[in-house]
């Protein structure tokens, strides 16, 4: 097998060892001194407390209506004829509006869907309304009286992707619950983090308040006093839950899920612990799940799909069946006591991708028409001299799009490779970072922070930095050990840590591992905007004039090869995190630094002239 890959990446490896040379660009576009890291980390610390305090105080979590209550006052009341801006509005009044507003009419699914769930909130608003007033649902206590005798709602929204289950959800009914019940009144939540990142919410390990290696064992699930006091404060006040992507979700943990919410809500709503699976998430009184069961199953394991089988059985997953998995397929089952089938498909521009779709999701099969077939056999790559393989070949604004497609491996020693090849590859089509930091509003890069001239998307090509790793042995070995340990490949058994390690502006990279949520978490995307080298860094140059330790010098050789080997590890960093909202901690600059190389090339562009 490792014969045949490298016969088949040789002339890759041919191509990436010629030189390329590259645009000078400062390795950091927005410096940081020493008093700006620890402004950084003091940022980041305050952020992190404050986030604990929400977690763990019920009153910093804002509970209640997001709308701003009168103040009492003692000056004499006066009457008067109430006209209609002074009624309140109700969650069914605002739901339509959103309705019309959003497109939701012209789905049945999403319409019916919308209204089914909304009517046990619009019964508890009328109740208050009828009783205490509105103002007594800005408690847990309050919003609990007002609950009793509201028949809970449970539904299992079913259907491909881009039919709109969580288009309706987010749109209209999330809406109506921040508006009336504020933040604390809506949990949403998803097995994967790239799910919850995608729905706004939470893992469901996250919401559970389990730790990393929690056991899902019943009679483990109870918490202890702290953890009690965690989910009292995430699932006492609440009126919606929303689970997206439930097909993820193995039985024991969505389990364990129902297990812990109902430990969160039982003190309040005097609920009965041995009825957690019964009575799934301490009767949350509106609650929905959402998946597409007709994908395939990624891992050979139980799944909920298992829960509606009677005398069949699921190829490939284990034959043992714990207490653990009953208890997921029993809230299941609960759950899908109301199913609603989402069909057709609302986000692919084309038809042949849903026709395909279709096709698969038959029961038993079915033809693949002929011009659909061509269509298909039209996007098999023909061989290393099919055009759409080359690096210039663009699509979507992304050059090389399929020359740097996605590949896949097993062995590490074709993965380790691979990822050196990537890296290389994409440095050298790759313009720079779209920005160095993101709008607040919405996440999305503020392009007018992109660090370079206004002419930056026309530059190709991006200086790849090596570091090598730092393996420090208990006894004195040789220069040969150390080689040899850089040249290990298997990233499993070294902490993920690569021997050599390619970084370059731009550069696209993924979390492994959870920092600090809800942004930083597993499957957290950004792009590499900044490199702070250490205080001795020459790129070996004994005094790498003109470039000093943040650049190699302008003379330097890499500048044609494409790369440098650096001496020391990096300080740090910079990273702009996709979609993150929290925002720069530091003042924005009023405008976009000037690129080291434009004295040089005599304008803006940064380049190096011509020898």
């Known amino acids: 097998m490792m014969k045949?890959?490298?016969?088949?990446?040789?002339?890759?490896?041919?191509?990436?060892?010629?030189?390329?040379?590259?645009?000078?660009?400062?390795?950091?576009?927005?410096?940081?001194?020493?008093?700006?890291?620890?402004?950084?980390r003091a940022h980041q610390d305050c952020l992190r407390e404050q986030r604990a305090a929400q977690d763990d105080n019920l009153q910093a979590a804002g509970a209640g209506p997001s709308v701003a209550l009168a103040a009492p006052s003692d000056a004499p009341a006066s009457s008067r004829r109430l006209g209609p801006e002074d009624l309140p509005i109700s969650p069914l009044q605002m739901a339509l509006t959103l309705i019309a507003e959003s497109g939701v009419w012209q789905s049945k699914e999403q319409y019916l869907v919308t209204l089914f769930?909304?009517?046990?909130?619009?019964?508890?608003?009328?109740?208050?309304?009828?009783?205490?007033?509105?103002?007594?649902?800005?408690?847990?206590?309050?919003?609990?009286?007002?609950?009793?005798?509201?028949?809970?709602?449970?539904?299992?929204?079913?259907g491909p992707g881009?039919?709109?289950?969580?288009?309706?959800?987010?749109?209209?009914?999330?809406?109506?619950?921040l508006r009336i019940f504020g933040n604390r009144g809506l949990k949403l939540v998803a097995a994967a983090n790239s799910a919850a990142r995608?729905?706004?919410?939470?893992?469901?390990?996250?919401?559970?308040?389990?730790?990393?290696?929690?056991?899902?064992v019943a009679n483990r699930l109870k918490p202890n006093i702290r953890a009690k006091k965690k989910l009292e404060a995430e699932w006492e006040y609440l009126v919606l839950l929303l689970a997206d992507e439930i097909g993820l979700a193995s039985p024991p943990l969505l389990g364990g899920l129902s297990r812990r919410a109902t430990f969160g809500r039982a003190g309040l709503l005097g609920l009965r612990l041995d009825r957690a699976i019964e009575e799934p998430f301490g009767q949350v009184p509106a609650q929905a799940i959402m998946g597409d069961f007709m994908q395939v199953n990624p891992v050979c394991s139980h799944t909920l799909l298992e829960a509606l089988l009677v005398d069949s059985r699921v190829p490939?997953?284990?034959?043992?069946?714990?207490?653990?998995?009953?208890?997921?397929?029993?809230?299941?089952?609960?759950?899908?006591?109301?199913?609603?089938?989402?069909?057709?498909?609302?986000?692919?521009?084309?038809?042949?991708?849903?026709?395909?779709?279709?096709?698969?999701?038959?029961?038993?099969?079915?033809?693949?028409?002929?011009?659909?077939?061509?269509?298909?056999?039209?996007?098999?790559?023909?061989?290393?001299?099919?055009?759409?393989?080359s690096?210039?070949?663009?699509?979507?604004?992304?050059?090389?799009?399929?020359?740097?497609?996605?590949?896949?491996?097993?062995?590490?020693e074709q993965v380790a490779r691979l990822q050196q090849l990537h890296v290389l590859a994409s440095a050298r089509v790759c313009p720079g970072p779209r920005a160095l930091f993101n709008k607040t509003d919405d996440g999305k890069p503020d392009l007018r922070y992109h660090g370079f001239s206004t002419a930056h998307s026309a530059a190709r090509g991006q200086l790849v930095?090596?570091?090598?790793?730092?393996?420090?042995?208990?006894?004195?070995?040789?220069?040969?050990?150390?080689?040899?340990?850089?040249?290990?490949?298997?990233?499993?058994?070294?902490?993920?840590?690569?021997?050599?390690?390619?970084?370059?502006?731009?550069?696209?990279?993924?979390?492994?591992?959870?920092?600090?949520?809800?942004?930083?978490?597993?499957?957290?995307t950004g792009e590499v905007v900044g490199i702070r080298f250490h205080p001795r860094e020459r790129f070996g140059f004994a005094e790498n004039i003109g470039g000093g330790s943040d650049q190699p010098s302008p003379n330097h050789p890499c500048w044609q090869l494409g790369f440098v080997?650096?001496?020391?590890?990096?300080?740090?960093?910079?990273?702009?995190?996709?979609?993150?909202?929290?925002?720069?901690?530091?003042?924005?600059?009023?405008?976009?630094?000037?690129p080291h190389g434009a004295a040089i090339a005599g304008g803006e562009g940064g380049a190096r002239p011509e020898p």
């Open 565 to 594: 080997v650096c001496e020391y590890l990096p300080v740090h960093v910079e990273i702009r995190w996709d979609g993150c909202t929290v925002g720069p901690w530091r003042a924005l600059q009023t405008t976009a630094p000037k």
């Open 4 to 40: 045949t890959f490298l016969c088949m990446h040789r002339p890759a490896y041919k191509h990436i060892r010629q030189p390329c040379a590259v645009h000078e660009r400062p390795p950091r576009l927005a410096a940081l001194t020493s008093e700006d890291v620890l402004k950084a």
């Open 316 to 389: 490939g997953v284990p034959r043992k069946v714990t207490d653990e998995d009953e208890d997921g397929w029993r809230v299941f089952r609960k759950m899908a006591s109301d199913v609603v089938l989402f069909t057709g498909t609302h986000r692919f521009l084309d038809e042949d991708l849903p026709r395909l779709f279709e096709i698969m999701r038959t029961p038993g099969g079915a033809r693949v028409p002929d011009d659909l077939r061509a269509k298909i056999r039209d996007r098999v790559q023909q061989g290393p001299d099919d055009p759409r393989m």
């Open 198 to 216: 995608i729905l706004g919410g939470k893992t469901m390990h996250a919401a559970a308040k389990l730790t990393r290696k929690q056991s899902l």
């Open 465 to 524: 930095y090596y570091f090598q790793a730092v393996d420090r042995f208990k006894h004195r070995q040789g220069r040969d050990m150390y080689i040899e340990a850089l040249k290990f490949m298997n990233l499993s058994k070294s902490n993920g840590l690569p021997g050599m390690c390619a970084v370059y502006l731009g550069m696209r990279g993924r979390l492994t591992k959870k920092v600090m949520g809800p942004e930083l978490v597993q499957e957290a």
């Open 117 to 158: 769930l909304l009517q046990p909130i619009q019964q508890i608003w009328e109740k208050a309304l009828d009783t205490d007033g509105l103002d007594s649902l800005s408690t847990a206590a309050g919003l609990v009286a007002a609950s009793r005798d509201v028949q809970v709602r449970r539904v299992f929204l079913h």
């Open 391 to 412: 690096m210039d070949c663009e699509l979507e604004g992304v050059r090389g799009f399929f020359a740097l497609g996605a590949r896949a491996a097993i062995q590490w």
């Open 162 to 177: 881009g039919s709109g289950k969580t288009y309706c959800m987010t749109e209209v009914l999330n809406k109506v619950v």
